[in-house]
């Protein structure tokens, strides 16, 4: 039995106990007025028997009331929870727009951030980029410039895990190759795929509020309208719980040295299953290190 036909049920007993009891107490005034009527002398007993009843009326209704507000709220349906993600996207493109405007990204040409795509970073091993050779090129390397942000997306896309490790050293711009490919990925979307939010690591501590949680309340206050009823109630938490969120978690490095090893360890976890898309950055030496950590991990599927 779904929760919309458990909640008609109990709505419905209620009523089924309610109206016996307010059929009753109106047979029993109606009784009571005729007898009135032939027994004046009498009219006494019977304002004390609508007095007595009246009660059993108030309270049978005010306890039908008690268990229709106690029911739980019935679950966003499929176009709510489009709506919700369709609006999150929209608020996101507009805020990575007008931010790399302020960063003047593509004035008068785009920024010229190198880039280069490596082999998969899923062993110890591999947090950091390998060359081919002695001078060689990394391991798979697949070289791009800021103008090349499209061939990025596709190839983020094509991942089977679409896991993404963003590592470079000081002021290499991973916070800007990951502003433009969040830009990206909205402009030029795939049909219902999950709306990337780039989030600042700093601040959260996963011992404290689980990934999910935290992500679900990072994503209300960057887009409130998702608390609209039109989109049903916690749009945020559906749309993070459904795997319609891409968190793309930026600065692993500006995180205190001893959470990171947790925080490796925590984008892991069975609250983040690795089927579900990440992107995290962070400076290549720092993830290298957290990763060798005790308790450390590689960010799985990446």
Not at 175 to 204: I, N, S
Not at 230 to 238: H, L
């Amino acid at each position: 039995m779904t929760e919309p036909e458990r909640v008609a049920l109990r709505v419905l007993a209620a009523a089924c106990t309610a109206l016996p009891l307010g059929a009753a107490v109106l047979v029993s005034l109606a009784e009571a007025a005729r007898e009135w009527g032939r027994h004046d002398s009498h009219s006494t007993d019977w304002i004390a028997i609508a007095v007595a009843l009246a009660p059993m009326l108030t309270g049978s209704l005010l306890w039908t009331r008690r268990v229709a507000r106690s029911a739980p709220p019935a679950p966003p349906t499929p176009e709510q929870v489009e709506r919700a993600r369709e609006r999150l996207a929209a608020a996101v493109l507009v805020q990575w727009r007008t931010e790399a405007a302020v960063r003047r990204l593509d004035d008068p040409a785009p920024l010229a951030v190198r880039w280069r795509l490596s082999g998969p970073m899923d062993r110890p091993e591999h947090a950091l980029p390998r060359p081919a050779g002695p001078g060689g090129p990394f391991h798979g390397g697949i070289v791009g410039d800021g103008d090349r942000i499209p061939e990025l997306a596709a190839r983020f896309r094509a991942l089977p895990r679409r896991r993404l490790m963003i590592t470079g050293g000081p002021g290499a711009g991973k916070t800007t190759l990951a502003v433009l490919l969040v830009r990206e990925l909205l402009e030029d979307p795939e049909p219902g795929e999950p709306v990337p939010v780039l989030l600042p690591l700093t601040g959260w501590d996963p011992a404290a509020e689980p990934l999910g949680p935290w992500l679900a309340r990072r994503v209300g206050e960057q887009c409130p309208s998702l608390l609209a009823a039109d989109v049903g109630r916690d749009a945020p938490a559906e749309l993070v719980g459904r795997g319609l969120v891409l968190p793309v978690l930026d600065g692993l490095d500006e995180q205190p040295e001893a959470l990171r090893p947790v925080v490796l360890a925590a984008l892991n976890s069975t609250g983040w299953p690795a089927s579900r898309p990440l992107v995290l950055t962070g400076r290549t030496r720092e993830y290298a290190d957290a990763v060798a950590a005790p308790g450390g991990d590689v960010l799985t599927g990446a």
